[in-house]
């Protein structure tokens, strides 16, 4: 196992996150199945039994210039384009389990005062199940299969397609500090694309900082037990995120 692993699993506040997390996402379960009979696109699937502990480094594949509405990078089920907005709740994690690549996937919405899914997929992937290609600290994890998947809000088994093409480029002098964000004109011009800048920046006001790169970000319950984790910073967390993942691929 490898350290970070180690110190996650052993964390009692990380395992306390995600044991909140969970009791809300089986929650919100129970309001999606109620919400699928309004929504014609609400899903939820898994590929292993569900609802089950979760207590892994988990890592946000997330777009350059993470705003609101841009916040996740692509994904498709069924060929069906996942949105890529920022929501509470709403995660596009990679993570392994064993020799197993994991991905969850969801997006949280909200209707009649409750949470629910707009989309929810948990799957595993075996090492012959998907690809990567690492360079450096550049690193590119992609997958184009059909699995068998529970469909959570039915109960049967299904066919589900899972596609995509996510990158991680190194982020060391890619980071650029809230100061920056707020005063740089290139910068502004950018996130006034997608009419942010006046605007809450979702990872910029979580973090104190923009990444101008594509790459996979330590989910914020892990950003708020850096320290505990044994990094500086949030920012020394992010900046050795490829550690965990050449640990585990090579």
């Not at 590929?47 to 988990?58: A, D, F, H, Q, R």
């Not at 290609?133 to 109960?155: F, H, P, R, Y």
């Not at 707020?182 to 006046?198: A, P, R």
Request: aromatic share 12%.
């Amino acid at each position: 196992m490898c350290d970070i692993c180690e110190k996650v699993k052993e964390n009692k506040e990380y395992a306390q996150f995600m044991e909140k997390m969970l009791e809300s996402d089986e929650k919100r379960l129970e309001a999606t199945k109620k919400a699928s009979t309004a929504f014609q696109y609400v899903f939820s699937f898994s590929s292993i039994e569900y609802p089950t502990k979760l207590v892994y480094p988990m890592f946000d594949a997330r777009a350059a210039y993470a705003v609101p509405t841009n916040y996740f990078q692509q994904l498709f089920v069924n060929e069906n384009a996942l949105g890529m907005a920022f929501s509470h709740g709403s995660m596009r994690a990679l993570f392994f389990s064993g020799k197993r690549l994991m991905l969850l996937s969801k997006s949280v919405a909200h209707a009649e005062g409750e949470e629910f899914f707009n989309s929810f997929v948990l799957v595993h992937f075996e090492p012959d199940e998907y690809k990567y290609v690492l360079k450096g600290e550049e690193l590119t994890i992609s997958a184009d299969l059909q699995k068998t998947m529970k469909n959570l809000l039915t109960g049967k088994n299904e066919k589900v397609r899972v596609r995509f093409n996510f990158i991680n480029q190194p982020v060391r002098n890619r980071i650029v500090s809230r100061e920056r964000v707020v005063n740089s004109t290139q910068i502004k011009t950018i996130y006034d694309k997608y009419g942010t800048t006046n605007r809450k920046m979702a990872s910029v006001d979580m973090q104190g900082y923009a990444i101008t790169v594509p790459h996979f970000a330590p989910h914020p319950y892990m950003l708020q037990l850096a320290e505990k984790l044994g990094y500086a910073n949030g920012r020394e967390m992010q900046e050795k995120t490829i550690e965990y993942f050449r640990k585990h691929l090579l």
